[in-house]
């Protein structure tokens, strides 16, 4: 069961917004259809990320994919250890592998609560 507390993109990034700060990470169903993570590039603290602009890299044995902000704003903080526990990924998606969280100016109109991203997953195989 995804949080409801979180809203979601298509593109299986998920963020939760608390006092003005988003906490972003990717999905259960992105790690699934991922497998096998062999990398993680994020941010540095102090970097600006965009709606709907990738901010990072996640590798597998399969492919290289984006990961693409929810919200625009200022990363304050980067989850360090999650690039070398990528197995957090498929542990606690929701929790312990958060990757980045970003001091939030505006939020991307396309964003999901968790019942319609479940609809969208079942929809995409």
């Not at 603290?45 to 044995?61: L, M, N, P």
């Not at 592998?97 to 100016?105: C, G």
Request: with cysteine; net charge negative; hydrophobic share 40%.
């Amino acid at each position: 069961m995804r949080p409801t507390d979180c809203s979601y993109l298509k593109s299986h990034e998920w963020c939760k917004i608390e006092n003005g700060t988003a906490t972003i990470g990717i999905t259960d169903f992105a790690v699934s259809h991922l497998s096998d993570l062999v990398f993680l590039d994020l941010p540095r603290k102090g970097a600006s990320v965009t709606v709907g602009e990738g901010f990072g890299e996640i590798e597998s044995v399969k492919a290289v994919s984006s990961l693409y902000s929810p919200v625009s704003g200022e990363v304050v903080d980067v989850n360090k250890d999650l690039p070398d526990n990528l197995e957090w990924l498929a542990q606690e998606p929701f929790k312990k592998a958060w990757m980045i969280k970003v001091k939030v100016t505006a939020k991307s109109p396309d964003l999901m609560t968790a019942a319609a991203y479940d609809a969208h997953c079942k929809a995409e195989g």
